[in-house]
């Protein structure tokens, strides 16, 4: 946005697709304030004691729960942690990414599946 002030910008009520950051993202590991896109609560359910940073989604721009990925001979499963309560609506959008995200991960997987926790 700071290299193209004029460019066309998305409605401000349109809510932005749902997206997968991964460990140590750049969006979470390199500032200091976080709160234009994750709770202080959350905080700890993101950042470990040991200085992990985990795999997190968005919806609609902001941190609302981790992920993690695992493929093997059945095939590539993606769990998903929210860390409230999710819609249909949001559950579908996550899943329908996640199954993108998974194909990229894995394209010859035998099997991919979505698994909300």
């Keep these: ?31 200091a304030d976080r709160s234009r896109i994750m709770n202080e ?27 993690k990925l695992t493929c093997g001979r059945e095939g590539a499963v993606l769990h998903i942690e929210p860390f409230r309560p999710l819609s249909k609506q949001e559950m579908d959008a996550l899943s329908e990414e996640g199954l993108r995200l998974l194909h990229f991960a894995d394209p010859n997987a035998a099997a991919s599946e979505v698994i909300f926790h």
């Design 1 to 31: 946005m700071f290299d193209l002030p004029n460019a066309p910008r998305p409605d401000a009520e349109e809510p932005s697709a749902p997206r997968f950051l991964s460990e140590f993202d750049n969006m979470l590991l390199s500032y």
């Design 41 to 67: 609560a959350d905080r700890k359910r993101v950042f470990t004691s040991n200085g992990i940073i985990r795999a997190t989604i968005l919806l609609d721009g902001f941190v609302a729960g981790t992920w």
